[in-house]
């Protein structure tokens, strides 16, 4: 290109055969083509004859490449834009068009309009999630229609249990509030027949016979009368009516008192009674009373399934802030299975050692002792548990607060959930039957039996 305005092509012309032919022959005749009177050279095959220059103006050509761009990019422009129109066109109608459609039913049956359905024909998946869509929903509305219809029926069944559970919580409570205050009427005769046979018991005019059968009144009076307190202290705690008054006092002086009570009858069955308590122990602050019963009912519980011969051991600590007290025994043992039960009231474990033999001795109670227990244990802010091997012998553990805080005494109120909780225990069949009341031993049989 020469200064941007011509395009100049250069062409070298090169001698050839005929060429130098044609060019000697003229150089012997004498020819001179050039003006200047000079001779001509004789040629040779490859030698540089002419040169060709063509010069060509730029500004026509330039003029049509700058159009044929411009078209060119005209007809991209048109393209792009009428794709993007059917694009456009095609997405709106064959895509978004379907799913607003299958969105709007949607949002119609959320509202709680069920009876829209998906209406396409676009002879598509769309149409055939249409279709699944809408048996789906047909489903759902039979599934709806039989949970309404179970949900009536259960609605009466609730209603028919809350009125059986009311009746029976009402009955509950009729007869907790009857035990509770009827202690005075219960206990006065039977402390006057109780009364009456020591009288009998003292005269020296009785002969053997005559002073076998007050033995009998007396135990069984005091037997009844165990089993009549038991159930109304019951009857109190379900009232809300048993009162905690805490004080200081000496537990060793409790637990050697009533050890002393039970060694007599831990004696009649040739019983080895321990008793290990930590020496410098400070006074107590808790209920001194309820302290009393709960190591009562332990020790009387450890004597009865204990076996002639056995051992029983109290012993006392004091552990950081709280009061252990521990009874143990050789008796019989209580199943895994039956170490959460024990504590419920009317209940007893399985008498049965573990190679499937059944114990021989029936053991007397009403099953109220360990529920007790368990009860007051709660009352003065403690616990108990249990550890035994069926067979090898119980170890029972009471830990109680060493004060007990009287601002964190609480009447203890009327627990409503206990009926349903054990109707709830019935229907899931997660306990047997209750024990009897009492459950008679061989001296009472004989009683029994003289009468």
């Not at 997405?91 to 379907?98: A, D, G, K, L, N």
């Not at 007396?218 to 165990?226: N, V």
């Not at 039970?262 to 209920?287: G, T």
């Not at 009393?292 to 002639?308: D, R, V, W, Y």
Request: aromatic share 6%; charged share 25%.
């Amino acid at each position: 290109m020469n200064n941007g305005q011509m395009y100049q092509y250069y062409r070298p012309v090169f001698a050839k055969e005929n060429c130098v032919g044609c060019h000697n022959a003229l150089e012997g005749q004498g020819f001179d083509p050039l003006s200047s009177g000079g001779t001509i050279e004789p040629l040779r095959p490859g030698d540089l004859m002419a040169l060709i220059q063509v010069s060509i103006p730029n500004g026509p050509t330039q003029a049509a490449v700058m159009k044929y761009w411009s078209m060119l990019l005209a007809v991209a422009i048109i393209t792009t834009f009428l794709a993007m129109i059917a694009f456009y066109v095609t997405i709106r109608y064959v895509i978004v068009r379907p799913l607003r459609h299958l969105r709007s039913v949607s949002e119609a049956i959320t509202q709680g309009d069920i009876s829209k359905r998906a209406k396409l024909n676009t002879r598509d998946e769309f149409e055939l999630l249409a279709n699944a869509f809408n048996r789906m929903l047909g489903h759902l509305v039979a599934i709806q229609d039989e949970l309404r219809d179970v949900n009536a029926d259960l609605d009466l069944k609730l209603d028919e249990l809350a009125q059986l559970n009311m009746q029976l919580y009402e009955m509950n409570r009729i007869k907790s509030d009857f035990m509770a205050t009827m202690s005075h009427e219960l206990r006065t005769p039977l402390n006057s027949i109780l009364g009456f046979s020591d009288v009998l018991a003292s005269i020296d005019s009785l002969d053997e016979k005559q002073r076998r059968y007050v033995h009998n009144i007396q135990r069984s009076g005091r037997m009844l009368l165990e089993m009549i307190n038991n159930i109304l202290d019951l009857a109190k705690m379900e009232a809300g009516r048993m009162e905690i008054r805490p004080a200081d006092f000496r537990i060793e002086q409790v637990v050697h008192a009533q050890c002393d009570m039970a060694r007599p009858l831990s004696e009649k069955k040739n019983i080895e009674l321990q008793v290990d308590i930590q020496p410098d122990l400070p006074p107590l602050f808790q209920d001194q009373n309820r302290v009393q019963q709960i190591l009562n009912n332990l020790l009387s519980n450890a004597i009865k399934f204990t076996p002639e011969g056995g051992l029983i051991r109290v012993v006392v600590r004091k552990e950081g802030d709280n009061l252990v007290l521990q009874v143990s025994d050789t008796g019989v043992g209580i199943a895994e299975e039956d170490r959460q039960i024990i504590f419920e009231k009317f209940r007893q474990g399985r008498t049965a050692m573990p190679s499937g033999d059944a114990i021989k001795r029936e053991y007397p109670g009403s099953g109220l002792g360990l529920s007790i227990v368990k009860e007051l244990c709660r009352l003065l802010h403690g616990d108990v548990t249990v550890e035994s091997e069926l067979g090898r012998g119980s170890t029972f553990r009471v830990v109680l607060p060493w004060k007990l805080d009287p601002e964190a005494i609480e009447v203890p109120e009327r627990r409503e959930g206990s009926v349903q909780e054990q109707l709830a225990r019935f229907a899931r069949g997660g306990t047997r039957p209750m024990a009897p009341l009492g459950t008679s031993t061989a001296d009472d049989r004989s009683a029994e039996d003289e009468v």
